[in-house]
């Protein structure tokens, strides 16, 4: 199965841009990078998901390196909301599972 | 349109116990999945039920048995509950999971059944 690096914990301003980073180095051609985000007490949150090209929605961006080696998430003006663990998920081989691993803890302060 | 809900909320059970865990989604998608998250971890898919009438494991199974009793419902049943099943209970709905499909669809996620197991 294709794997994912994410930091541990990152610390970011409210209203300034956070940038997460993603690591797969061994993501295949046809896996699908997803990005959910689970705030503190409540069930995962769907973010955006992408496959080769940039990605935008109204919540975040998902920029995909050329190579889809790595990827990054950017939230473009970071609230106390957004304050929550957010995890890179590469699509599992069998097409069910989605693989979380442990994620990144986000805070943001005032 | 309440999405995914989960019933109980909260429950205490002590070892040996059983209990099912009722999961239900007015989305009408196909698939359906229970995920259990321990303290400080991610989550880990215990079964999933591509469409109505089927039912498969996932990651980590043992100890659990699941009914996908229609395509709205999907259940999680404990029957001799351990200190190990204590643990936080998600379940999910996604629209679609085909095999082979690159992209098996969005899942959104219930809030959660906390489960004690003493």
């Known amino acids: 199965d294709a794997k994912t690096t994410q930091p541990n914990s990152m610390e970011s301003n409210e209203e300034e841009p956070v940038h997460l980073p993603c690591n797969h180095s061994t993501i295949s051609g046809t896996d699908y990078i997803h990005w959910y985000r689970q705030l503190p007490s409540q069930g995962p949150e769907y973010v955006i998901h992408?496959?080769?090209s940039n990605v935008n929605n109204r919540m975040a961006s998902l920029a995909i390196a050329e190579d889809r080696k790595s990827s990054t998430l950017i939230l473009h003006r970071a609230t106390l909301r957004d304050a929550a663990v957010y995890y890179c998920i590469l699509r599992d081989y069998d097409g069910y599972a989605l693989n979380f691993g442990k994620g990144t803890s986000l805070l943001v302060t005032p | 349109n309440a999405g995914v809900t989960q019933t109980p909320k909260f429950q205490v059970l002590k070892t040996g116990q059983s209990m099912t865990l009722q999961c239900a989604q007015d989305?009408?998608?196909?698939?359906m999945y229970w995920y259990r998250q321990d303290p400080g971890m991610g989550l880990r898919l215990i079964y999933y039920?591509?469409?109505?009438?089927?039912?498969d494991k996932g990651e980590v199974p043992n100890g659990y048995n699941v009914s996908r009793l229609n395509k709205r419902e999907f259940s999680l049943r404990l029957e001799s509950a351990a200190p190990s099943q204590t643990s936080v209970y998600f379940c999910?709905?996604?629209?679609?999971?085909?095999?082979?499909?690159?992209?098996?669809?969005?899942?959104?996620f219930g809030p959660g059944t906390r489960l004690l197991v003493l």
């Open positions: 992408g496959l080769t």
């Open positions: 999910a709905s996604s629209p679609t999971a085909v095999p082979g499909l690159a992209y098996p669809g969005t899942q959104y």
């Open positions: 989305m009408n998608h196909n698939s």
């Open positions: 039920s591509a469409s109505e009438g089927t039912t």
